[in-house]
């Protein structure tokens, strides 16, 4: 079956510090992957996706992602964390030939001052 | 642009009841689809749309219905709620499948 993996469940960070949310996907052919951040109460925003090209994509807010085709991952970064990056984290792959967005469990962030 | 409108925000029901959760968008977009969000799942999508008229299962269709007569709106229909139903429910819409998606705000729903 097509999925993604959030190993992590909580990730704890220093502001100011570079933060690392880590995501691995298992899909045949090639993959389709973004990342999601959800605020308490909130809806899901969309932060960034890799169709094709360049293996570090870049998108909203400062994150960006590097995708690694041998290792099958697609991990969010930030190279300074802000209090306010603290929310929810949720790695999606498109399946279902192409029609169904699986996400993955998510990863609870938490930048403390 | 109101982007994705979800009505309610909040609904109890008893177990047996029938409910109809809508969710509207004003952009436009040919896909739809309707998630729901159970702690420690991520999100789960129990029905999609690539355009009016066209409706397919997710992953969790069992106890829900969808139909999509128009670009705008993408109700979903709950036929006789169980506890097990008991979740946060997700609208979304995007341009196509592979674009990025924009989620309304939720509903939250309580099966007693």
């Given at each position: 079956?097509?999925?993604?993996?959030?190993p992590e469940d909580?990730?704890?960070?220093?502001?100011?510090?570079?933060?690392?949310?880590?995501?691995?996907?298992?899909?045949?052919?090639?993959?389709?992957?973004?990342?999601?951040?959800?605020?308490?109460?909130?809806?899901?925003?969309?932060?960034?996706?890799?169709?094709?090209?360049?293996?570090?994509?870049?998108?909203?807010?400062?994150?960006?992602?590097?995708?690694?085709?041998?290792?099958?991952?697609?991990?969010?970064?930030?190279?300074?964390?802000?209090?306010?990056?603290?929310?929810?984290?949720?790695?999606?792959?498109?399946?279902?030939?192409?029609?169904?967005?699986?996400?993955?469990?998510?990863?609870?962030?938490?930048?403390?001052? | 642009?109101?982007?994705?409108?979800?009505?309610?925000?909040?609904?109890?029901?008893?177990?047996?009841?029938?409910?109809?959760?809508?969710c509207a968008q004003?952009?436009?977009?040919?896909?739809?689809?309707?998630?729901?969000?159970?702690?420690?799942?991520?999100?789960?999508?129990?029905?999609?749309?690539?355009?009016?008229?066209?409706?397919?299962q997710g992953e969790?269709?069992?106890?829900?219905?969808?139909?999509?007569?128009?670009?705008?709106?993408?109700?979903?229909?709950?036929?006789?709620?169980?506890?097990?139903?008991?979740?946060?429910?997700?609208?979304?819409?995007?341009?196509?499948?592979?674009?990025?998606?924009?989620?309304?705000?939720?509903?939250?729903?309580?099966?007693?």
């Amino acid at each position: 079956a097509q999925s993604v993996a959030q190993p992590e469940d909580q990730v704890n960070v220093a502001e100011g510090n570079p933060l690392t949310v880590k995501c691995t996907y298992s899909v045949s052919g090639n993959p389709y992957l973004f990342w999601y951040v959800q605020y308490p109460n909130r809806g899901l925003q969309f932060l960034l996706k890799y169709i094709t090209g360049d293996n570090l994509v870049k998108g909203s807010y400062g994150f960006e992602a590097e995708f690694n085709k041998s290792q099958t991952s697609f991990h969010l970064k930030k190279p300074s964390a802000l209090v306010s990056d603290s929310a929810l984290y949720f790695c999606a792959v498109l399946t279902g030939g192409g029609n169904k967005l699986t996400f993955g469990t998510g990863t609870q962030l938490k930048v403390e001052l | 642009n109101a982007g994705v409108t979800q009505t309610p925000k909040f609904q109890v029901l008893k177990t047996g009841q029938s409910m109809t959760l809508q969710c509207a968008q004003d952009m436009n977009h040919e896909y739809m689809s309707w998630y729901r969000q159970d702690p420690g799942m991520g999100l789960r999508l129990i029905h999609y749309s690539v355009g009016a008229g066209i409706t397919d299962q997710g992953e969790v269709p069992n106890g829900y219905n969808v139909s999509r007569s128009t670009t705008e709106d993408f109700p979903l229909r709950l036929l006789s709620a169980a506890p097990s139903q008991t979740s946060v429910y997700f609208c979304a819409s995007s341009f196509w499948q592979d674009n990025e998606q924009f989620f309304g705000p939720g509903t939250r729903l309580t099966v007693l």
